[in-house]
């Protein structure tokens, strides 16, 4: 199992509505991400958050707003989004320190359909 | 420019023989980290294998080995003796820098779609 847990899976949205994606770790990491992936693509980074600060956002539009109201938990708020947003969006984390790697631990991902 | 290229969008393997896939990367700081990750249907990126770029022998783990050639920039992934549930997508990944600066920020490949066959 995991160790980055993600929800919902899954999530079907009309571009009215206002929704948002949620994801949880309990390993101590310190820097939290959000990476948008279409079908067969890689994943592209749209944010980090490093010490509970927004310290990468990769010209993201702001209809996707995100949050981290602790080192635990990151949250991906979105609004009047639009179908080509309809994509897998993973949550991931890490260490940010020079003792490891820098690799990176995802959830399994919510599946969003934008109608 | 691209900074990972995989060149490989697909593979059959037939099961139990070993496969090589395919990464290069393109970089000019000394100090990066080079990742494999499996991707299956499930959408979880399962990470796999990891190289440094100060490391002087291939990283291995279990049935996956990185035979990384540094002069020739290539970072090939190989698995050994492949089993049917090693069907998914493969991501070779980069981090430019070392940790403390970059965090964790990869780089990711266009990705390889591996099939096994019984």
């Known amino acids: 199992d995991t160790e980055v847990t993600q929800t919902p899976k899954h999530l079907v949205m009309g571009m009215t509505n206002k929704k948002s994606l949620k994801c949880e770790q309990h390993m101590g990491h310190r820097a939290m991400y959000w990476y948008k992936q279409k079908a067969k693509k890689p994943p592209e980074l749209m944010f980090v958050?490093?010490?509970?600060?927004?310290?990468i956002n990769e010209s993201v539009p702001s209809r996707f707003s995100p949050e981290c109201p602790n080192s635990s938990l990151l949250n991906l708020h979105l609004h009047a989004l639009q179908p080509e947003d309809s994509a897998l969006y993973l949550c991931a984390s890490s260490h940010p320190t020079g003792e490891n790697t820098g690799e990176l631990f995802f959830g399994e991902g919510s599946r969003l359909t934008v109608l | 420019a691209q900074k990972i290229t995989q060149t490989q969008p697909g593979m059959f393997v037939q099961e139990k023989e070993a496969v090589t896939l395919d990464c290069t990367y393109d970089t000019s700081d000394p100090s990066y980290g080079l990742f494999w990750y499996k991707q299956p249907s499930s959408g979880e990126m399962i990470f796999l294998i990891y190289q440094g770029s100060y490391d002087q022998q291939n990283a291995t783990e279990g049935r996956y080995s990185l035979n990384f050639q540094k002069a020739r920039k290539s970072a090939n992934l190989v698995i050994s003796a492949s089993q049917l549930g090693d069907s998914a997508m493969y991501f070779c990944?980069?981090?430019?820098?070392?940790?403390?600066?970059?965090?964790?920020?990869?780089?990711f490949g266009q990705g390889t779609e591996l099939s096994v066959k019984p």
């Open positions: 958050y490093s010490y509970e600060k927004l310290s």
């Open positions: 990944a980069m981090r430019e820098g070392q940790v403390r600066n970059q965090g964790g920020k990869l780089i």
